[in-house]
């Protein structure tokens, strides 16, 4: 069964560096996403992309985010210069385009900022 | 704005005991309602959705929810619980009018006991 990949499983930054979340979305889905959770609390929508262009982004989803489609496969999410509180699971998540929105997540990757 | 909310943080239930979990929800038009769960250290399984249509629907490993309107609810809930359903179980809410980026409530955490 297909499934949305994601790497690293866990990565470990110093404050200040950028850092690139990797996804592999399921290869017919044309809709993508990126939600965190921060130990303990919910699951937050960062942004939503189609089409080669973001379609929706939160708040929390300042100029230090961005997001990039670079090859048609993998969708990257990177933050430019972390903080201590952007440590948290990152999950990315893909849907087809269809009435019916299912969106399939991977397994996520634990970013923790020193 | 659409929002969900779970109320209970925390539920203990014995193996082979029932299971009910709370979901409502805040939203205008008829949602999207989907319940994912999140065992430790993996990413977010679906376990079932309503999109319309049926109000009672199942979903895997046993789960069912039912959609009420009139209570904006949707619960989620397993006739007998195994040891295996010990995890986190999260409500969302989605919609066409927001991109279709999900609204997640912050969780349930299921205990099972022998």
């Known amino acids: 069964e297909p499934e949305v990949t994601q790497t690293p499983s866990h990565q470990v930054t110093q404050m200040g560096q950028e850092v690139i979340l990797r996804c592999v979305p399921i290869?017919?889905?044309?809709?993508f996403y990126w939600y965190r959770q921060i130990l303990g609390q919910k699951v937050e929508f960062l942004v939503s992309f189609y089409n080669n262009e973001i379609s929706e982004k939160s708040e929390i989803f300042d100029d230090q985010f961005s997001v990039e489609r670079p090859d048609g496969s993998n969708f990257t999410l990177k933050i430019r210069s972390t903080k201590l509180e952007d440590s948290a699971m990152y999950f990315c998540?893909?849907?087809?385009?269809?009435?019916?929105?299912?969106?399939?997540f991977g397994p996520g990757t634990r970013l923790t900022v020193l | 704005a659409q929002s969900v909310t779970q109320p209970d943080i925390h539920i203990t239930v014995s193996e082979g005991a029932s299971l009910e979990l709370r979901c409502n929800y805040s939203y205008g038009a008829t949602p999207y309602l989907f319940w994912y769960v999140q065992s430790p250290g993996q990413g977010l399984q679906l376990l079932l959705k309503y999109f319309s249509g049926d109000t009672l629907v199942q979903g895997i490993k046993g789960f069912e929810a039912e959609f009420k309107r009139s209570q904006s609810s949707f619960n989620l809930r397993k006739p007998s619980v195994h040891w295996s359903d010990a995890a986190e179980y999260f409500c969302?809410?989605?919609?066409?009018?927001?991109?279709?980026?999900?609204?997640f409530g912050a969780g349930t955490t299921v205990t099972v006991r022998a």
């Open positions: 290869s017919n889905h044309l809709y």
């Open positions: 998540a893909s849907s087809e385009e269809s009435s019916y929105n299912e969106q399939f």
């Open positions: 969302a809410v989605g919609s066409r009018s927001n991109d279709y980026k999900l609204s």
